[in-house]
């Protein structure tokens, strides 16, 4: 799974359906919604499946407040809740990497949300300093994203 | 049964569904927008998201935001509350297409009971009494002129799409009728964007009173009894007891039959109200159905010993009413105070910093809130802050018990609607059982003293 960068993997057979689900472990403490792995069998008590998940709020409280410690640092938030891909296409190349530098209106990923790719663009031209996410990670609203510090103007 | 449940509310009913997800062993995720980011619902689900900024309508109301949250939070089931997207047809809808179970009626069933016109002719066609009035909408003057002789005087004129008391007019005589016409018809296009109106017989001192209904996905309809909601302001409930302090047991029975059979005609599953206007002679006629749990739901459950959410959640998943709920037996009587974060006397809302928080308790006090000491109360959402839930043996225990739980119920830092409450259950018209929807409108020195 983590060889292919799987997110999910299910199994279906004779009524017994198995999912696997790999957690986006993050570094810095964004949301985790999902205790990992998971194994849901139908039928099975619902209490087996009450694993202990990330307090999402406080976590998500340091997350925003973290970028911050950087003086003129722009962090580009999630304007919607979805998934993260880094890249147009699976296992495509990343529209921006740490280092690159990139115009206002310059796409830096997509968002899916309900089956629709929302393209994210940077709000101001600069250098890309952090990637608060990773490739397939569910995100919130309001979560960093991305971390750039902006073009001196002239 | 369902393995998680995302709960698109905030509030104490966002708490009231959480726990009802615990006893039954479900996994809860919140969803919230910026201004509830330290509100219980958050810290006591499993798992939370933010979903939007302050506003409903970014947020809560948000329906792709909400959506996409269930997606990535991989839950079965989505438990709307009250408000918000409670009685969105089009929500309950994007849920099933999203293979995702709405916790609430069918679609159809929302979307018939939110068209108050045709869910009139559909109660009237099952035998449930309705007022006297237009068939359905009154398309011209010479219509509104033949249905004000046949039904007679005083009438009301009333916004098919509305509620809340706009678009609507009361007639006294035949001069008034056509002015009033234009006028509502004028009022409900700039309201509801529809200027249907429908008239019907005016009800002077009418009662508020309603029927919990529980439907199951077989078939199944049962009522639990009815509340009186009488003591309101502007169409705002304060006030609901049960059982009403005027309803016989045979009324009781007949109408809470009629109501079952109406609703196992349509096909109606989960929990819902049916509300009536009862007129000084004792008839009982059908105004509109709330296609939701409401707010008070605990008085029923109080005197009835049924869990109404736990129940809905579980006919959501497939279960019989009969497995659910069983026989039941009402029991004593039980009052609940809806406390909202308002000046008791303007009525304004007094959002700000609780400093001080105490609940009270004893024998027969059930308290419903979201609120703590330091909690924020944001100016976005409703006024609401708790809801205290008073049981005794009969009537007059519980008025008892709910005057020292008004008493020991301590908030600092916002107004509260405390001191009206205790203003009301003092009052000798009420405890007498005295009382109609006017209320509190008619006693100024009640309502703002």
Redesign the interface.
Known sequence: MDKHGLEEFEYERDGLRIRL?KASAHSQGA?R??PAPEI?VPGA???S??SA?A???SA??EASSDPGRSEDLHVVKSP????YYASATPGGEPFVAVGAHVESGQVLCIIE??KLMNEIEADVAGEVVRIFVENGQ??????PLFGIHPHRKK | ????ILIANRGEIALRILTACKE????TVAV?S?AD??ALH??FA????????PRSSE?YLNI??V???A????VDAIHPGYGFLSENANFAEVCEA?HITFIGPSPESIRLMGEKDKARVEMAAAGVPIIPGSPGVVPDEDAAKKIAEEIGYPLIIKAAEGGGGRGMRVVREKGELIPAFQTARNEAEQAFGSANVYIEKLIERPRHIEFQVLGDKHGSVIHLGERECSIQRRHQKVLEESPSPVLDARTRKRVGDQVVKALAKIGYSSAGTVEFLREESGKLYFIEMNARIQVEHPVTEMVTGVDLVKSQIRVAAGEMLADVVGSVEFRGHAIECRINAEDPETFTPSAGRITAFRVPGGPGIRVDTAAYSDAVIPPYYDSLIAKIIAHGHDRAEAIARMQGALGGFVVEGVKTTIPLHKRILADPDFIAGNFDTHFLDRSPALAAK
């Open positions: 689900k949301v919604v999902f849901v008590s619902p209490a499946h009450a998940s307090h999402a709020p998500a409280r919607i809740v979805g998934t949300a309900m569910p995100v919130e609203y309001g979560e | 049964m369902f393995r998680k039954l062993g479900i996994r919230y910026e980011r330290n958050v810290r499993d798992e939370a998201i933010c979903i939007g900024p947020s792709p935001q959506i996409s949250a997606e990535i939070a991989n999203s």
